[in-house]
């Protein structure tokens, strides 16, 4: 049996109540996996996986309005470790960026005293991680480094800014969200502030939302689809500002850019979600709530997949999917399908009971799985759902249009093993496949070319199950009430209670109830309805039993209802202590029990005091009317037990020997005195031993009473006559010889009863509400409670230790005061905050590591950084044993026994589904990788092993299809695998892909539609996709009272007329090259693309700085061979499409942008390599990484490319293979991991010998186990 061991340390903490108005938008959840949520000037740091509140910041001053978690978009190593970085942003304007494992403050940044109004890290370059973007009120933005606190640029704008957005795709593009419109920035650069003052657009729209205008259907004589669908959502943006009457943006809750796909923006108003295109200025899709619906409050777009998480008012959260309307049999007349995007409600989840002050205030979503949603209440609750996928057909309306969701036939990138172990939940990319993916090719394209994304609409393949979402609730935080509170801790540690002692801390509440902490950790042991109005005071009567009183609302008359209760925690029964009294009478002012926790006083305020025995609660004494007013009362410490129980003990062993006889007293003797010496010990409540008791108190006019109480006597004692320097007495305090009074000018006087000496202190703080003695043998500490703060005071030495006062150091007021242990205090103040301070009464922020958490928590970021990188390494790779564990111990690591202790407490704090998939010997060395930084939220990780995992393996089944060993160079590209990367990698994905994504987009452009602008653009975005025949169409619709009606009327001639002969295609060029050195960079590269000479675009493109452009025009210009083998209709639709640019031309236009990107004014090399690895450049990006020094990532991709065969360990190769194998040797070496730096130091050739010497120094020879190993895996690597 385990032996019972009592933690009796309590560490500085705050117990958070109810939330601010101002901190609603205070909620960030973190790559790290933790949420930060502000709390009025506090900072909560919650574990969302246990529900635990793991840190409490506090620094501000004001209240904390805007939180914002660090990115960890960069490469970990030990000089950039795994860091819990937060800042925060707070009403006062101040900024502060923290250490949260410490709890301090790495820097604190001011600009203006108005409240931050946004906060984002920049991710977007390799540089510096330590850049800040602010909104400072009114217009400033400001760019500051988080690590040294210094202003890099500021910036002014016209209008107030309310709020910003980056474009995920295109870190130089903004949208600002201002008072009158959208303000898009194309300029933004960490080095230099925006040159120009952005591009303004309003948003207006008709006076009917669009959610109630009527079905497109009933609208008469709509003689297009495109004019259906304008009528169905009539909100477009315009560079003029709109009229007063119009709806204009002031009503816009919301903007953000879609990370699920490029050019796409989300605007949230209150009864609808538009989704605009941001090429077309075009909404091209609504979420719109019926008139009876719940209306928005705040809208988190999904980067997996294209996807809503909406919050509603009454705290409902519901998760839309996208689909397209275009069913089956529209799809072969599209001019006749109603095309747009529409969201389908997948999934909801409970609704909260909204009330005054009970609404939801925010909702996060983890960032790194987006299957997790925590929703913040006004109350201080956290509630945390879980979505979660149910495999199996559900009993769907088939009327209500929804087409159902599949789950994936892949794990963490790679296709799934046929005894493979799985978490289906492990993300929402793992849940539920792409709308645009998975699906047999030839579902994607209409006798007309266009795409379509409906394609789920007809069965997948039979491997998929169909699945069903649901949220569940897997944790709930809830704070405190709203104030005021009364505290009182329970009786202190002594020897006698050590074995069962529990540091409990009683919260009495306004609304009656009694709430029951346990400081140790700070978690609620109960929750007691006591009370039916509001808690004034509670007393402890022991360990598990205390009284409390509350008083209701006086009447006319200025008679309360009292209520005092005796509550026994262990059952929690209560029982009205006086009984029958309590109606109609004064109210209690104070209850004190004696120290022997025998007797109780009742003072009322203009009622003689009550006399009560504790223990068989009866009344001992009514005082007589002409009782003197008590203004303070305290009993005293000394009493005459311990004499009582010597005689009492002494009278027993008398009568135990007379009834023994001579002959058997010796014999008996001892046990029998042992046997009284236990029952004595046992049980004191039981004896009938009533001990004298002392207690003293004050009148209105000073003068101290002192009375004597013993059994049912009373006897009154001597008087003090007031001391003149003293006003009206407030408050007394007693312990041992030292008594201490406060009266309510604020002036202190202590007492010195052995020495019969006085002193009086004026402290000039008014009116002492409150004053207590430090529990513990000699402790004459004593904490003292004003109107405006708290004073701890030495009372041996009379001074003051330290001292708190509102807007000096603390910007909250005190409610209730106490002691917790010899050295630590409990304040209740009124933001409705319970703190437990150090007696320097400083900042409740604390270590994390030093904690004692109830439930373990998964975060390798509370490790130091070394053992951060060791835990993550031991995850990825352990090439040194047969079979996977999870027992650091078991592994040659040479670290402190501490260090391995917390590592372990990490392996243990996983979950049992994730060791076991870890464990699972079918988990490829590519699916290993993204689950452990998908475990680390690891985003640099992440991304890189995504793109890398897919290309690896499309690269290899190219390689496996290839007949007669015809072996593929790099920049050819592979055929399409079975899974497709996600729209949301952008210009990574499959150019097949990618283009059929596009011209699905443009089919929506042109559906959508509404003036000549947009045609435009239609037209010349179909001209670059290679759809002339419909781009003639839009070109010939030019009304003839247009200006471009001539112009674009011979474009159309051209565009059908044109050859590809030697002349014709001379002049178009030269008329091409022409326009584009007179500024008209776009119509000369259609003019390019007409003529096949897309690879020349592409390199004016780049030539002009276009870089974005230029890649995109060489994805969807580029041939692949699969095409052809598309079905017979497909076949026939791209015979329009004009094929410009062969793989190997489409190949260097983006190599050309990975060196750009390379630059030293770019700096986005992680981008650049991600682009090499689309284009299957292997060596290359191996040579990068080693260059970069990312020696780890380097040395397990070359690992990956050589097992899946897509590198080839040959004389070109072999150097950068052994130089990376021999750098991840030395860095295990340098993390402790003797086996691991073995393993690959042998596979380094001659310069890995030497570091095998010198690991194995002094040992002799290798161990014969490291060669097998090496043997093995080396066999592994050519298979």
Not at 646 to 656: D, Y
């Amino acid at each position: 049996m385990i032996p019972y061991t009592v933690n009796i340390k309590l560490a500085a903490r705050t117990l958070t109540g109810t939330l601010h108005l101002q901190n609603k938008a205070a909620v960030d959840w973190g790559w790290q996996g933790l949420i930060a949520q502000g709390c009025h000037s506090s900072i909560l740091i919650i574990d969302p996986k246990t529900s635990q509140t793991i840190q409490v910041l506090e620094r501000h001053k004001a209240n904390v309005v805007k939180v914002k978690w660090s990115r960890e978009n960069y490469y970990h190593n030990q000089s950039s470790p795994y860091c819990l970085r937060l800042a925060s942003g707070d009403a006062s304007g101040k900024i502060i960026v923290w250490d949260v494992v410490s709890g301090t403050a790495h820097c604190e940044i001011q600009e203006h005293s108005k409240p931050i109004q946004d906060l984002e890290w920049l991710w977007n370059q390799d540089a510096s991680r330590d850049l800040l973007l602010a909104i400072h009120p009114p217009n400033y933005i400001v760019l500051w480094n988080g690590d040294t606190g210094t202003k890099l640029w500021k910036k002014s704008y016209a209008e107030n800014i309310l709020s910003f957005s980056f474009d995920p795709f295109d870190p130089s593009n903004m949208a600002l969200l201002t008072s009158e419109g959208i303000v898009f920035i194309t300029d933004f650069s960490h080095s230099k502030p925006p040159g120009s003052a952005g591009k303004k657009v309003y948003i207006a729209s008709p006076h009917a939302s669009p959610a109630h205008t009527k079905p497109a259907s009933a609208i008469s004589l709509a003689p297009t689809g495109a004019k259906k669908a304008l009528n169905k959502v009539k909100v477009l943006i315009t560079n003029e500002k709109p009229t007063a009457e119009a709806v204009t943006l002031n009503d816009c809750l919301q903007l953000s850019y879609l990370p699920s796909k490029r050019n796409h923006m989300l605007l949230l108003y209150p009864r609808e979600i538009l989704i605009l295109d941001l090429e077309l200025s075009q909404t091209v899709g609504v979420v719109a709530i019926e008139r009876s619906g719940v209306p928005f409050v705040q809208v988190i777009p999904c980067a997996q997949r294209d996807a809503l998480y909406c919050l509603h008012e009454n705290g409902c959260i519901t998760l839309r999917v996208c689909r397209s309307t275009t069913t089956q049999e529209e799809a072969t007349d599209p001019e006749q399908s109603t095309h747009e995007l529409l969201y389908d409600l997948r999934s909801q989840c409970d609704a909260i009971r909204v009330t005054k002050t009970v609404r939801p205030y925010r909702m996060v979503i983890c960032p790194v799985n987006e299957n997790s949603a925590a929703l913040m209440v006004s109350d201080g609750r956290a509630m945390l759902w879980e979505l979660k996928a149910h495999t199996g057909r559900a009993v769907t309306n088939q009327s209500s249009g929804l087409s159902p969701l599949y789950t994936p036939i892949s794990f963490c990138g790679s296709p799934l093993g046929t005894n493979q172990k799985r978490i289906q939940d492990l993300s929402l990319n793992s849940m539920i496949v792409s709308v645009y993916a998975d699906l047999p090719s030839s579902h994607y394209l209409s006798q007309e070319g266009q795409t379509l994304i409906a394609g789920e609409a007809l069965p997948p393949s039979s491997i998929q199950q169909e699945v069903q979402l649901k949220f569940l609730l897997s944790g709930l935080l809830s704070g405190l009430p709203l104030p005021p509170f009364a505290l009182r801790m329970c009786p202190p540690l002594t020897t006698k209670n050590i074995n069962h002692y529990q540091p409990l801390l009683a919260i009495g509440t306004s609304n009656g109830s009694v709430l029951v902490y346990n400081l140790t950790s700070g978690l609620l042991h109960k929750e007691l309805s006591v009370h039916s109005c509001e808690v004034r005071g509670i007393e402890w009567l022991s360990l598990t039993s205390f009284l409390s009183f509350a008083t209701s609302a006086p009447n006319n008359m200025g008679m309360v209802r009292n209520e005092l209760q005796h509550v026994d925690l262990l059952t929690g029964r209560c029982f009205a202590f006086r009984g029958e009294r309590g109606n109609d009478e004064p109210p209690i002012e104070m209850m004190k029990v004696s120290h022997l926790k025998q007797y109780l006083v009742v003072v009322f305020r203009d009622k003689p005091l009550e006399l009560w025995d504790t223990r068989t609660g009866t009344l001992l004494r009514e005082m007589a009317k002409n009782f003197p007013t008590v203004t303070a009362l305290e009993w005293s410490p000394s009493h005459n037990l311990k004499s009582l129980k010597k005689k009492q003990m002494a009278a027993r062993e008398a009568i135990a020997r007379q009834t023994v006889s001579d002959a058997e007293q010796s014999i008996v003797e001892s046990s029998v005195i042992s046997l009284l010496q236990d029952a004595e010990s046992k049980s004191e409540s039981s004896q009938a031993i009533s001990a004298r008791e002392h207690f003293v108190f004050t009148d209105t006019d000073g003068q101290v009473y002192h009375i004597t109480v013993e059994g049912n006597t009373v006897k009154d004692g001597a008087r003090i006559p007031p001391d003149g320097s003293m006003g009206s007495i407030a408050c007394i305090a007693w312990k041992g010889d030292t008594l201490v009074l406060g009266d309510v000018d604020g002036n202190l006087n202590f007492w010195d009863l052995k020495a019969r000496l006085s002193r009086g202190i004026p402290t000039h703080r008014g009116w002492v509400k409150k004053i207590r003695f430090a529990p513990g043998k000699g402790n004459q500490k004593l904490l003292v409670m004003y109107t405006d703060g708290a004073e701890v005071w030495d009372t041996k030495e009379v001074q003051m230790v330290s001292s708190m006062r509102i807007g000096r150091n603390v910007n909250y007021r005190v409610l209730d005061i106490d002691w917790c242990t010899s050295d630590k205090v409990v304040l209740a103040s009124d933001d409705g905050c319970i703190r437990v301070l150090e007696m320097a009464m400083k900042s409740a922020s604390y270590r994390m590591d030093e904690q004692d958490l109830t439930d373990p928590v998964w975060c390798p970021y509370l490790l130091v950084p070394r053992a951060a990188l060791t835990l993550k390494t031991f995850l990825l790779l352990q090439p040194w044993s047969g079979t996977f564990t999870m027992d650091i111990t078991q592994v040659d690591y040479t670290e402190k026994d501490e260090i391995k202790g917390l590592i372990q407490e990490q392996l243990n704090a996983m979950s049992n589904d994730m060791k076991s998939v870890l464990q699972d010997p079918e988990l490829s060395l590519l699916q290993r990788c993204l689950l452990v930084s998908r475990l680390f939220g690891d985003e640099s990780d992440l991304h890189f092993w995504t793109v890398a995992s897919h290309y690896i393996q499309a690269f290899a089944q190219a390689r496996l299809s290839t007949a007669e060993g015809n072996t593929q160079g790099e920049g050819t590209k592979p055929p399409p695998p079975q899974n497709h990367l996600d729209i949301c990698n952008d210009i990574l994905c499959e150019s097949s892909y990618f283009q059929k994504f596009q011209l699905d987009r443009v089919h929506l452009q042109e559906v959508k539609r509404s003036s000549y602008e947009h045609t435009k653009k239609c037209a010349d975005q179909l001209l670059l996709l290679g759809q002339t025949d419909r781009a003639v169409q839009l070109l010939l619709e030019t009304s003839a009272d247009n200006a471009s009606y001539y112009c674009d009327s011979l474009k159309a001639c051209l565009v059908t007329t044109i050859t590809s002969s030697g002349p014709s295609q001379s002049t178009i060029k030269l008329v091409a090259t022409n326009m584009i050195a007179n500024g008209k960079l776009a119509e000369g590269v259609q003019l390019l693309c007409l003529i096949d000479k897309a690879a020349d675009a592409c390199r004016y493109l780049q030539t002009y700085g276009e870089w974005n452009r230029a890649a995109w025009l060489a994805k969807v210009t580029q041939h692949d061979g699969v095409r052809q083998q598309e079905a017979s209709h497909t076949v026939k639709c791209l015979d329009s499409v004009r094929v410009r640019l062969n793989p190997a031309e489409s190949s260097d236009v983006l190599k050309r942008w990975a060196e750009h990107l390379c630059s030293q004014q770019v700096n986005q090399k992680s981008k650049a390599i991600l682009v090499l690895l689309s284009l299957g450049c292997f060596y290359k990006v191996g040579e990068m990484l080693h260059g970069m020094r990312y020696f780890d990532r380097a040395a397990l991709f070359i690992e990956a490319c050589l097992k899946y065969g897509v590198m080839e360990a040959d004389d070109s190769s072999n150097k950068l293979i052994k130089s990376a194998f021999l750098e991840y040797a030395r860095l295990l070496r340098s993390l402790g991991l003797r086996e691991g730096a073995a393993l690959w130091a042998s596979r380094a050739g001659s310069a890995g010998e030497q570091l095998m010497e010198e690991l194995f120094q002094g040992e002799g020879s290798v161990p014969e186990s490291v060669i097998s190993e090496d043997k093995e895996l080396g066999q592994e690597s050519t298979e």
